[in-house]
């Protein structure tokens, strides 16, 4: 049985109110949920409709594009850093080498 008890927090999104129940600290549900409000209303100065309902998927489609291109760079970032520290290993264990054979001459 989960020893966390689910908090609940009614949040404000696009004119509307919910209340969520979440294992998060109420504030950072709070967060979240002023997030996904300022982008439906980003979204909503870009486009023709105030259909709530198209402007949560073209909201949902611009915070999923967000994340989709977060992972890409934390990879592109993890792959160099990869490179970095097999170079700096190299460049070490080449120098333990030398040092050793200094020792046996």
Not at 17 to 24: A, H, M, V, W
Not at 70 to 87: A, P, Q, V
């Amino acid at each position: 049985m989960d020893t966390e008890e689910k908090k609940s927090v009614k949040v404000r999104i696009f004119g509307e109110e919910y209340p969520i129940r979440s294992d998060e600290n109420p504030e950072y549900t709070k967060k979240v949920a002023e997030y996904v409000d300022s982008m439906m209303r980003h979204v909503n100065k870009g486009t023709k409709t105030s259909d709530a309902h198209t402007v949560a998927i073209l909201a949902a489609m611009s915070i999923t594009d967000e994340l989709f291109r977060s992972r890409k760079g934390f990879l592109t970032l993890g792959d160099e850093l990869k490179k970095r520290t097999s170079r700096i290993l190299g460049f070490i264990d080449g120098e333990a080498a030398e040092d050793s054979s200094d020792h046996t001459a």
